[in-house]
């Protein structure tokens, strides 16, 4: 038999492997990439690999990230490897959902489980002498570690890397020991802030959406895009319940937007994506029984069923509601559909819509914050696709004003002390780089601050005592990555602490208090 010339040089080690054949990703996907992200694509020391986990990435930076690599990541460049056609291959075989849709039940979660650290045997007191209540804890996305900064000096007091890309703010337990962070693959940590040590880790869900923590430190919530499930933990990260999210007769499933936890209700609230219900947990174990007819609970086979008790009680709502805002006294919950434009009132207690909202754009209501303005208390929201603050009086639910901004934006803080509240406009190509302070009293625009023109700069938060606000310069390190500290009286900068892309920072006193000024 004549072989032909290519073969030989291939036999021979003279020409390139040719580029795999399609039919062949899943075989490239098993060679390259499964050692560190999972035989299925569900994760490992790398992400997970799969359409809902990849959903923030923009288009073409997966394969781009195949081609080059990640900086600072374990992640290898693979262009020497692998043909043009082969990374194609493999950005489209990732983002293409698998044939059959990947599980995570109670028992893998539980085989997910991960000690660290056994808490009886850790002293029960700070092994640092910054005031406890008075740290920040700064989620930095750069290369995926938190900083804990003591608030008083405005000084880090140690670093350590987290999971791959946290989201929602981080949740304390209320003596203000442990925090507890969610990533968007699924893992959750706690971690003991006292002995700045890990504690536990679990995976509960492949992609999640954030973590509440109740007001008796007894229950962390995890809220699940995938699978479709609401997973309760003790606080040792053991699962109490893994709760099928579905409507009322279990034929349509929902992903879960978000959950909260309702301190004074004593109960987690969650919002469904796909369903139009709004489900509340009671974690009291004196729940009263429910009402017959009235709710309709799960019937668990496993365990003592309490009627209430960590069982969802639905509302029944009239649009999928997915961004929600509670009162201070958590009774009334107000509720934004992604659609935009309009939004609900929610009585928790009388289990119905009370009022309906008008509401221009996309307004972030998770951003929302409350203060007290001529005898009432209003409410305060960025908009995500308007360049402008809605103020809402949560007697009558009507807008009182709407405070034009430079940009649409995402977040709003305030604090009981100051005058001023503090928005971004960082969804504006033009202007992300500015922060503007509003007088709560005036309802007015009274300053802009941008001191690095072209730098995303967002996301602020109070020291405990409202002295200083702390603001991220969200770039990495070596760009100039930065916490910005301001004199929260006169507005000038006081100092820059450099961080790696600091996405979020969170004092703990503010959010062990439930400040009206900050997100709960
Ligand atoms: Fe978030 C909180 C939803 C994109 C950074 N974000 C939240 C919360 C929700 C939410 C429901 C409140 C939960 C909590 O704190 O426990 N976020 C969403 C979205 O639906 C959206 C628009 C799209 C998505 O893909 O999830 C979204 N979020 C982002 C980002 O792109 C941000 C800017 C960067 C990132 O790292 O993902 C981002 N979200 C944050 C931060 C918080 C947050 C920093 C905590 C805010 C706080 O101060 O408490």
Redesign the pocket.
């Known amino acids: 038999m004549r072989i032909k010339p290519a073969v030989l040089l291939l036999l021979s080690g003279l020409l390139p492997a040719l580029p795999a054949l399609a039919g062949d990703s899943a075989a490239l996907y098993q060679k390259h990439c499964a050692a560190c992200h999972g035989g299925e694509r569900l994760g490992g020391t790398g992400p997970a690999l799969l359409p809902e986990n990849l959903?923030?990435l923009r288009p073409g930076e997966a394969a781009r990230v195949i081609a080059d690599g990640r900086p600072a990541t374990q992640m290898p460049a693979f262009a020497g490897q692998l043909a043009a056609t082969e990374i194609e291959q493999l950005q489209k075989y990732i983002y293409a959902p698998p044939a059959v849709s990947p599980r995570w039940e109670r028992a893998d979660i539980e085989a997910s489980r991960i000690e660290h650290a056994d808490v009886r045997k850790l002293p029960h007191q700070p092994s640092f002498a910054a005031d406890p209540m008075n740290l920040f804890v700064v989620?930095e996305?750069g290369d995926h570690h938190v900083s804990i900064l003591d608030g008083d000096k405005l000084e880090p007091i140690h670093r350590f890397p987290s999971r791959f890309?946290l989201?929602?703010?981080p949740?304390f337990s209320p003596d203000g020991r442990f925090v507890y962070f969610a990533s968007r693959d699924g893992w959750i940590t706690k971690y003991d802030i006292w002995n700045l040590t890990p504690v536990a880790e679990v995976r509960a869900g492949i992609n999640t959406?954030?973590?509440?923590v109740s007001a008796d430190g007894k229950y962390v919530a995890v809220a699940n895009y995938l699978p479709h499930s609401l997973v309760i933990l003790d606080s040792d990260l053991k699962p109490v319940r893994v709760l099928p999210v579905a409507d009322i007769d279990g034929k349509k499933t929902s992903r879960v937007?978000?959950v909260y936890d309702a301190a004074p209700r004593q109960s987690f609230v969650a919002a469904l994506k796909d369903v139009e219900e709004v489900w509340e947990i009671s974690y009291n174990p004196t729940h009263p029984d429910i009402p017959a007819g009235m709710i309709h609970d799960f019937q668990y086979k496993e365990g003592a069923f309490i009627p209430g008790f960590l069982n969802p009680q639905r509302t029944k709502v009239e649009d999928y509601l997915d961004?929600f805002f509670f009162t201070q006294d958590y009774n009334d919950l107000m509720g934004a559909s992604r659609q935009g434009g309009r939004g609900q009132v929610i009585n928790l207690d009388a289990r119905r819509k009370v009022a309906e909202l008008q509401l221009p754009g996309m307004p972030h209501l998770?951003?929302g914050i409350t203060w007290a303005w001529q005898g009432r208390t209003v409410m305060a929201t960025p908009n995500l696709n308007e360049g402008l603050v809605s103020v809402i009086d949560t007697a009558t639910w009507q807008t009182l004003r709407s405070i034009p901004t430079l940009g649409p934006g995402?977040?709003m803080r305030s604090h009981e002390n100051s005058r001023y509240a503090w928005t971004d406009s960082m969804m504006s190509r033009e202007h992300k780089d500015t922060l503007q302070v509003i007088d709560k009293e005036k309802l007015e625009v009274v300053a802009r601050l941008r001191p690095v023109p072209g730098k995303t700069l967002a996301?602020v938060e109070f020291t405990r005592d409202g002295r200083y606000v702390l603001a991220s310069l969200w770039e990495r390190k070596a760009a100039g990555g930065a916490l910005i500290v301001y004199d929260a009286q006169t507005l000038q900068e006081v100092k820059r602490i450099p961080m790696d892309k600091p996405?979020?920072k969170?004092n703990l006193h503010n959010k062990i208090t439930r400040s009206e000024g900050?997100?709960h």
Do not use: I, L, P
């Open positions: 959903g923030r989620v996305s890309a989201h929602g703010g949740k959406r954030n973590a509440a937007s978000a961004d998770g951003s995402f977040f996301h996405v979020g969170y900050t997100s």
